[in-house]
């Protein structure tokens, strides 16, 4: 990128952007967006503007992510949370349950814990809800509680009923959910991050960590660990589950919550989480949720009708699409896709370990295990299938199982001995 990488180390620095995780030319457009709406004749006439515009500073972040998200995304982790939160009442009687929402876009994800909990019958004084996002765009639009169409997609959506009524913008949230939750501007990498808050029970930071290198993302986690409780949980995205497995903390137990907690038997082995050229090719939402979508090119559409004959001429396009497909939350066409690779170009571990976790996350328990283990079968250590598959196993009590999957995953994480050619 010669010059422009000031621009990639400011972003790194400032939110932990891995610029391999988006790609440089993500950055050099949002550089170049801000540069013309600047009126700057340069790049070192920006630089220069930056450095001293604090305004200018959080415009370019504005420039690189946008929100993305939707009411009651991943059902199964609300469902787990009224669950635990039920027994966590039981067990400390009278004690409020504090609940965090790190990074909480436009409002989304802290209002889906609120209206869960509440439809769950928890009373209004038995739990708060904390939002903090890097973006005060974003919280200024989760303040005003008014959500167009694209933030309620999937089925069934009677919470909708239950908890807004229409407005000349869209749906106006409730006032009583809109109680539960506290909004703020803050950013995870700043030491100073709710100073002065005691620990949270619950805290939910999904996919985020995919997004920073190693020591950002070890130093995130560290943050994570501060902000919950010792016996607190910690939700996060389906790709970050084997991250957490290797940092001590372990699934909660119960399928599709991608919920953890601290594993006190588990010696922390920290490894990164998959490079990003691997990352794009994961069937999950790519960015953190519910917040942040960066801003990248698009590119066009294969249609899933003719996904088989796209295979055969651009079998890397139809990688990238089934991951598309997968983000945008459309689970029948990613598997179509998928179908249509396996037909076009035969078994592949990559595409089996896509279909198990499009499995996992729609409760087809079985059904993934079986997509995992053929992707074992091909290549015994594919790491992601080894973590999914383990955490699987932990839920349904096979600790033994897990174990040797997991003791696998170290394996092939220690340095190789090359060997010598005979």
Not at 91 to 99: D, M, Q, T
Not at 287 to 301: D, F, H, I, N, Q
Not at 354 to 364: A, E, F, Y
Request: with cysteine; proline share 7%.
């Amino acid at each position: 990128m010669g010059e422009e990488q000031r621009f990639v180390r400011f972003l790194r620095e400032r939110i932990g952007l891995d610029v391999a995780s988006v790609g440089p030319a993500l950055i050099e457009r949002a550089v170049a967006q801000r540069s013309q709406a600047a009126h700057v004749r340069d790049l070192d006439a920006y630089w220069k503007l930056l450095q001293g515009s604090a305004a200018e500073q959080q415009a370019l972040i504005e420039a690189v992510i946008v929100p993305e998200t939707w009411f009651m995304r991943y059902p199964e982790s609300f469902a787990a949370l009224c669950k635990v939160a039920k027994a966590r009442l039981a067990e400390r009687p009278g004690v409020a349950l504090r609940i965090l929402s790190l990074p909480c876009s436009t409002g989304e994800e802290p209002y889906s814990i609120a209206m869960a909990l509440l439809d769950a019958g928890l009373a209004p004084q038995q739990f708060s809800v904390d939002g903090v996002d890097i973006s005060p765009l974003s919280v200024a639009r989760a303040t005003r509680g008014i959500y167009g169409r694209n933030s309620f997609r999937g089925a069934p959506l009677t919470f909708r009923d239950r908890h807004f009524v229409p407005a000349d913008e869209g749906y106006l949230l409730d006032a009583q959910v809109r109680a539960q939750v506290r909004l703020q501007v803050g950013n995870i990498l700043d030491p100073l991050l709710l100073g002065g808050e005691l620990p949270y029970d619950f805290v939910f930071c999904r996919n985020l960590l995919i997004y920073f290198d190693l020591p950002t993302q070890q130093q995130v986690f560290e943050v994570l660990k501060k902000f919950t409780r010792e016996d607190g949980a910690l939700f996060i995205g389906p790709a970050e589950g084997s991250l957490l497995a290797r940092l001590g903390m372990r699934p909660i137990g119960i399928a599709q919550s991608f919920a953890f907690v601290r594993d006190r038997h588990v010696a922390p082995t920290p490894t990164p989480l998959p490079p990003a050229t691997a990352r794009l090719q994961m069937p999950i939402k790519l960015l953190p949720e519910p917040g942040r979508l960066p801003v990248r090119t698009r590119t066009r559409a294969l249609p899933v009708a003719n996904a088989a004959e796209a295979v055969a001429s651009d079998g890397a396009g139809l990688l990238a699409q089934i991951a598309r497909l997968a983000n945008e939350g459309k689970s029948a066409e990613a598997q179509a896709a998928c179908d249509a690779f396996l037909r076009s170009h035969g078994p592949d571990p990559q595409v089996f370990y896509w279909l198990g976790l499009l499995s996992d996350v729609g409760g087809q328990v079985l059904q993934a295990q079986g997509y995992y283990r053929k992707a074992l079968y091909l290549d015994p250590q594919h790491a992601e299938a080894l973590a999914h598959l383990a955490m699987l196993l932990t839920a349904q009590g096979d600790i033994a199982g897990a174990r040797r999957l997991q003791e696998r995953a170290a394996r092939n994480d220690r340095p190789h001995v090359q060997e010598h050619k005979r």
